[in-house]
């Protein structure tokens, strides 16, 4: 089992940045590839960002690319994701995400354990 818990989600103007966190408890962390994964109001949840277990391998939806950043630091059982230039349309609930595997992942479905989430709205 693993259990995650975000923060650092909250209201930001347009073009501004955030930086949520991810803590993990539970089973080793550093066995865990971790994903982001976000759903704007209305919408389904879709996929931000990825990164393997060793942290040496991340991917990112072509929307944020070059503007978020995907990091984990595993003596702190903690990923992170820094969000930079947001714009309001990525007004979502932030979601972090533990699979069981080392890789990496861009499909929902390979996550077995999610966070409650946390809000980030991005006003114009």
């Known amino acids: 089992q693993v259990q995650l818990v975000e923060s650092g989600g909250g209201l930001v103007q347009a073009g501004g940045s955030l930086r949520l966190s991810c803590a993990a408890s539970?089973?080793?962390?550093?066995?865990?590839?971790m994903g982001w994964f976000r759903q704007p109001p209305g919408k389904e949840r879709e996929f931000v960002a990825t990164?393997?277990?060793?942290?040496?391998?991340?991917y990112y939806a072509d929307a944020v690319k070059a503007r978020f950043t995907i990091s984990r630091d595993n003596a702190k059982n903690t990923v992170y994701l820094q969000m930079n230039s947001l714009k309001p349309e990525e007004t979502a609930v932030y979601y972090c995400?533990?699979?069981?595997?080392?890789?990496?992942?861009?499909?929902?479905?390979?996550?077995?354990?999610w966070g409650p989430g946390t809000q980030v709205t991005v006003s114009s």
């Open positions: 539970g089973r080793t962390f550093a066995d865990n590839g």
């Open positions: 995400a533990a699979h069981a595997g080392y890789g990496t992942s861009r499909i929902a479905a390979a996550y077995g354990y």
């Open positions: 990164i393997n277990s060793l942290g040496s391998s991340t």
